[in-house]
């Protein structure tokens, strides 16, 4: 299976990666960077692997008309969702859309089409 997404994903040099974020296959574990990943690796006196996927950023956000839906269909009548003023709840959405930015929250999932290659013994950089 490993080897099936290795083979498929687009594989860059750790110089051309945009994000900071790592997730090591070997150890199960996202870093923060590549320089942590390297302390990790020194600290434990095992070798570096040949590759770490990328990750993907995913962006803290709320969907107020699923919220304000799913509120109307499990609490109120029938068709309730009709009655709600589009408008209102667009402007509910923006507002809400600023909240959710301000926050800063931002976490990270492993992209299986990103490999960045660590040694580059495996393949051929794209």
């Given at each position: 299976?490993?080897?099936?997404?290795?083979?498929?994903?687009?594989?860059?040099?750790?110089?051309?990666?945009?994000?900071?974020?790592?997730?090591d296959v070997k150890t199960g574990r996202y870093f923060?960077?590549?320089?942590?990943?390297?302390?990790?690796?020194?600290?434990?006196?095992?070798?570096?692997?040949?590759?770490?996927?990328?990750?993907?950023?995913?962006?803290?956000?709320?969907?107020?008309?699923?919220?304000?839906?799913?509120?109307?269909?499990?609490?109120?009548?029938?068709?309730?969702?009709?009655?709600?003023?589009?408008?209102?709840?667009?402007?509910?959405?923006?507002?809400?859309?600023?909240?959710?930015?301000?926050?800063?929250?931002?976490?990270?999932?492993?992209?299986?089409?990103?490999?960045?290659?660590?040694?580059?013994?495996?393949?051929?950089?794209?």
């Open positions: 299976m490993e080897e099936s997404k290795f083979e498929k994903a687009k594989k860059i040099n750790i110089e051309n990666y945009e994000h900071d974020f790592l997730y923060e960077e590549i320089d942590v990943l390297k302390e990790y690796y020194e600290n434990e006196e095992m070798e570096l692997p040949d590759y770490v996927y990328g990750c993907i950023p995913i962006k803290f956000n709320l969907d107020m008309y699923g919220i304000v839906k799913d509120e109307l269909e499990d609490n109120h009548y029938e068709d309730a969702i009709n009655h709600v003023n589009k408008d209102s709840l667009k402007s509910l959405q923006e507002m809400v859309d600023k909240w959710t930015e301000s926050q800063g929250i931002v976490s990270y999932v492993q992209d299986d089409d990103t490999i960045i290659l660590l040694n580059n013994k495996k393949n051929e950089v794209s």
